[in-house]
């Protein structure tokens, strides 16, 4: 990636369902540092769009690239490896695991996460944990009605921390 690139851009991104169109020609970018909102109706395509992104669909046309590389042809895993993490609107923490556990599951995926080690990702865990102001539910059940998790677990996948020193 070179300096004013984009950190995502989209180009004429398109997806077809047989005959119909999902999403069609749309392009943006985002800069480094840069939060986008992506607003629309039901059935506008906000969805499709985002797996396009994290390679869980694939552009029927149209180009896709992240610091610089296009993202055609990957996986979903390779995407998320490479720092894009796509998360559900349903959030399901591993029963029977704690806050800190779920959340080092996520520190496991996505960018860094395949070199890290159990250790390693504990400490992630704790910095992210921290973070979000949910260092001392660490060793409380991650599921339940009282469970505080919500997405945070996702959040640790994602590998970058804003503002923070890092152990790993």
Do not use: W
Request: aromatic fraction near 4%.
């Amino acid at each position: 990636m070179t300096l004013g690139e984009p950190l995502l851009r989209v180009t004429d991104a398109t997806r077809f369902y047989g005959g119909v169109a999902a999403v069609a020609g749309v392009s943006f970018a985002v800069q480094p540092g840069e939060i986008l909102g992506l607003i629309g109706p039901n059935g506008a395509g906000k969805t499709t769009l985002v797996n396009l992104i994290s390679g869980l669909a694939s552009p029927s046309r149209g180009q896709i690239a992240f610091q610089g590389r296009s993202l055609a042809g990957l996986p979903a895993h390779a995407i998320g490896r490479a720092g894009i993490a796509r998360t559900f609107q349903v959030v399901r923490p591993f029963q029977g695991l704690t806050v800190r556990e779920n959340v080092a599951v996520g520190a496991m995926y996505g960018r860094g996460g395949a070199a890290r080690t159990a250790a390693q990702a504990f400490a992630h865990a704790d910095g992210v944990l921290a973070l979000v102001d949910l260092a001392a539910r660490a060793a409380d059940p991650a599921a339940g009605p009282r469970a505080p998790l919500g997405n945070v677990h996702r959040a640790a996948s994602c590998g970058e921390d804003r503002g923070r020193d890092e152990a790993s």
